[in-house]
């Protein structure tokens, strides 16, 4: 028996790779690293997660519930986080809905931003057209299991089996026919069904329209929100108002126009005021006008009586 193999902090746990097709090729050893995982924010699921570092390029979520359930004989896993690959959550396809639903249920709680549902609308995928996804170089996965006594136990039988000097752990050894293949007849299979199924693409796509709504009506909000706030100087900018989109609602933008209206109602009687003090100093331009013209036909009339031809 020999010594514990870690490195900073690391449990070192050695594996070997299943042998090649070709004669010629020797066996290789493949070394994963491990250890309780510690992130910044820590979460409800930290204390019985592990951290894993440097997993083979065709590492699955199978692959590890195999080797830490049935190989290492240690702990059950709940799932698996990888870090390019996305994962399906339970109703991971129904985020844009349960979004949708939450900000429209729940008013008391904080509001929820444009930027927020965009970060949902970024994670709505199409399907992969792959039947498998590899890993890159040296990637890592975050391994979350049932409990915690899980997950301590799955660190000790790993310690334990990378003392030993013979019999390494061979990767993926019992499940070879529960994977797709890989080679040749990975692509073969990729050219095959190169279009997802239809009623998946279809969920994706009703999702991601569902939500691109939502984050564009929260943009049109926050901007009536932004055009009603004074300025600096005390000034509220004064727009033409919404028009009728299909993204806009018609009651909303009725609303807004309504108010519109009610904000100019001063300045229209304003106008209605300086329309007839102009009506009425034009009445008495008139009747000033006609008064002198009346004054100079009768000094004419007069003056047509007293002048006699010769």
């Known amino acids: ?38 992130p910044r924010i820590p979460d409800a699921d930290t204390p019985r997660s592990l951290f894993v570092v440097n997993v083979p390029l065709d590492t699955t979520e199978l692959h590890l519930r195999h080797l830490f359930g049935t190989q290492l004989a240690a702990g059950r896993v709940e799932r698996v986080h990888f870090e390019t690959v996305p994962t399906k959550k339970k109703g991971g396809m129904a985020t844009a809905h349960s979004m949708v639903a939450n900000v429209s249920k729940s008013k008391k709680r904080k509001r929820v931003t444009a930027d927020e549902l965009k970060n949902q609308l970024d994670n709505v995928t199409l399907p992969s057209m792959w039947d498998r996804e590899l890993q890159k170089s040296g990637a890592h996965a975050i391994v979350v299991f049932v409990d915690k006594p899980s997950m301590e136990a799955s660190v000790k039988a790993a310690k334990k089996a990378g ?92 609303e807004l126009i309504e108010k519109q209206k009610q904000k100019s109602q001063g300045l229209e009687d304003f106008y209605r005021f300086q329309s007839r003090e102009k009506r009425k100093e034009r009445q008495n331009e008139l009747l000033k006008k006609f008064d002198e013209d009346k004054k100079k036909l009768e000094e004419m009339k007069k003056r047509k009586g007293k002048i006699r031809p010769e």
């Open 1 to 38: 028996m020999g010594k514990d193999l870690e490195i900073a902090g690391y449990t070192v746990l050695p594996l070997r790779l299943p042998p090649a097709e070709s004669k010629r090729a020797k066996p290789a050893t493949h070394y994963l690293y491990l250890r309780p995982h510690e």
């Open 163 to 254: 003392k030993k000097k013979d019999g390494e752990l061979v990767w993926g050894e019992g499940i070879e026919d529960r994977l797709p293949q890989l080679g040749l007849q990975r692509y073969l299979n990729h050219e095959q069904a190169r279009y997802p199924p239809r009623a998946e693409l279809l969920r994706t796509v009703n999702d991601f329209m569902t939500m691109f709504e939502t984050v564009a009506e929260a943009r049109r909000k926050e901007q009536a929100l932004r055009a009603q706030e004074p300025d600096e100087d005390g000034f509220i900018t004064v727009t033409s108002g919404p028009k009728l989109t299909s993204v806009a609602h018609e009651d909303e933008a009725r």
